[in-house]
T-cell receptor, first 113, second 110 residues
């Protein structure tokens, strides 16, 4: 089974722009979670989607949004980028094995200049 | 709320055992996880333990859980240079998110 894939792997944007990141979960997984990783704040939960519905959301401003499609692929969008949005964005997919284990993709490294 | 704490650094000699400690505060946590992150990579799941277990062993990895003290540890036997990485402890409560510790950087020296 293929793992979680994220595209693109690297992005460079300038302040004020917007960006869309994509995540394809493991085949058969219906839950996708997004996390932001920075040296200062560590790993922080952004949101989680299941069957195209957002089930949980972390403490991030409304500039951060996401969605999930019927094939379970997910996208997250960040509008009006700020320097502090520079981070590694990680996506994780969860199956239905009962352990709720989250399997992570390689991440998208976003740099805002 | 959740708050997971880990020591930040661990240096260990090749061939010795490594022990990484973690404390958490959410008593409703159902599962606790250990992830490994190598430079430039995502998080690799190492192992997990259900909250009603005390111990879990998986090859070179041993997880110990003291639910009373909310203390979790990961022991890596016969530590190798390839074990050099950042190790994250994470807890999952009744919602759908993981709360992570700050990560322990393990350095294996020859």
């Amino acid at each position: 089974k293929a793992g979680v894939t994220q595209t693109p792997r690297y992005l460079i944007k300038t302040r004020g722009q917007q960006v869309t990141l994509s995540c394809s979960p493991i085949s058969g997984h219906r839950s996708v979670s997004w996390y932001q990783q920075t040296p200062g704040q560590g790993l922080q939960f952004l949101f989680e989607y299941f069957s195209e519905t957002q089930r949980n959301k972390g403490n991030f401003p409304g500039r951060f949004s996401g969605r999930q499609f019927s094939n379970s692929r997910s996208e997250m969008n960040v509008s009006t980028l700020e320097l502090g949005d520079s981070a590694l964005y990680l996506c994780a997919s969860t199956g239905t094995s009962g352990t709720d284990t989250q399997y992570f993709g390689p991440g998208t490294r976003l740099t805002v200049l | 709320g959740e708050d997971v704490e880990q020591s930040l650094f661990l240096s260990v000699r090749e061939g010795d055992s490594s022990v990484i400690n973690c404390t958490y505060t959410d008593s409703s946590s159902t599962y606790l996880y250990w992830y490994k992150q190598e430079p430039g990579a995502g998080l690799q799941l190492l192992t997990y333990i259900f909250s009603n277990m005390d111990m879990k062993q998986d090859q070179r990895l041993t997880v110990l859980l003291n639910k009373k003290d909310k203390h979790l540890s990961l022991r890596i036997a016969d530590t190798q240079t390839g074990d050099s990485a950042i190790y994250f402890c994470a807890e999952r409560a009744n919602d759908y998110k993981l709360s992570f510790g700050a990560g322990t950087t393990v350095t294996v020296r020859a």
